[in-house]
């Protein structure tokens, strides 16, 4: 079982590795709303993610101190 859960642990993380990966090669194409609420998401532990979004609550508002500027030549 020991063995099992150390495969599933690894084979999770790798997972969030690649989807992390792909969030931020997309950052640049996004609107800056939608790059404010990929560095929030970027930015906060993946446990605390899963466990925000497991309770039920009120659509988040975006946070400014998250909003990623323009890069040179957008």
């Known amino acids: ?4 859960l150390i495969v599933f642990q690894q084979r999770e993380q790798m997972m969030q590795r690649r ?6 090669s997309h950052l ?3 609107p ?5 609420t990929a ?3 970027l930015l ?6 899963v466990q925000r979004d ?3 609550r009120s659509p988040a508002k975006p946070v400014a101190d998250a909003v990623v500027p323009d890069e040179p030549g957008n």
């Open 1 to 4: 079982l020991r063995n099992q």
């Open 54 to 56: 497991g309770q039920k």
């Open 28 to 30: 640049g194409q996004m």
């Open 39 to 41: 560095a929030v998401g």
């Open 32 to 36: 800056a709303e939608a790059r404010a």
């Open 44 to 49: 906060t532990p993946f446990s605390a993610r």
């Open 19 to 24: 989807a992390e990966d792909i969030l931020i």
